[in-house]
């Protein structure tokens, strides 16, 4: 199975901090990427890399902004946050050259 | 861009019985997957299966590409197998997910 870790998994926090979604993998893929889920519902898009220094908007707009300083590693920030950001947010990477990807557990956010 | 749709968008089985997930996508793909998104929320790799056709256990799946869908078989369900079932294209280095099928395996 695919070494790719989300923290925290659950959070709980009030309107206006600010938090940071961590997500790490070990597998030396260049590419990563994020994704909304609200419940019941299908995944998009937000935040991709293909690599160190490289960061792109996805699909679906989102206030939250990305870094990609070392492979390894794809954080999430949220500067403000809010009650409409809350939601599953799901971090994978993908291999290549087949582009599949691998998925963490997720982290679970709910805005108060 | 590419449009994924999946039926049906909710099934309830019970268990020991089998069904049958369907993926249609609207352009040629070089990689299909799917996915099991348990009630956890985790989304775990099923299978990568562009064309032809793979089995794990009591699942297989199918794709015919130059038709542009393909099938998730599940046989002998169980209770663990509940959950969302997801498949997913690549297309422009992105992953196209379909809105999935809610399955419900009652004891």
């Known amino acids: 199975e695919a070494d790719i870790y989300q923290t925290p998994r659950y959070l709980v926090i009030g309107t206006g901090k600010k938090i940071t979604l961590e997500c790490s993998q070990t597998?030396?893929?260049?590419?990563m990427y994020w994704y909304q889920q609200d419940p019941g519902m299908e995944l998009h898009l937000i935040h991709y890399?293909?690599?160190?220094?490289?960061?792109e908007k996805g699909d679906l707009s989102s206030e939250s902004t990305v870094s990609r300083i070392r492979t390894e590693h794809f954080p999430l920030t949220l500067e403000s946050a809010r009650p409409s950001h809350t939601s599953q947010y799901l971090c994978?990477?993908?291999?290549?050259?087949?582009?599949?990807?691998?998925f963490g557990p997720g982290t679970r956010l709910t805005v108060l | 861009g590419i449009q994924v749709e999946q039926s049906p968008p909710d099934l309830i089985l019970q268990e020991g019985a089998n069904s049958t997930l369907r993926c249609n996508f609207s352009d040629s793909v070089n990689n299909l997957q799917w996915f099991h998104q348990n009630p956890w929320g985790q989304l775990i790799n099923l299978f990568y299966i562009p064309s032809g056709t793979k089995q794990n256990g009591r699942l297989s799946a199918t794709t015919v590409a130059t038709e542009r869908y393909s099938l998730l078989y599940i046989s002998s369900s169980q209770t663990t197998d509940s959950g969302v079932y997801f498949c997913a294209v690549v297309s422009g280095g992105k992953l196209i997910f379909g809105q999935g099928t809610e399955l419900s395996v009652k004891p």
């Open positions: 994978a990477s993908s291999e290549h050259p087949t582009d599949t990807q691998y």
């Open positions: 597998m030396g893929h260049d590419k």
């Open positions: 890399s293909y690599g160190v220094n490289s960061t």
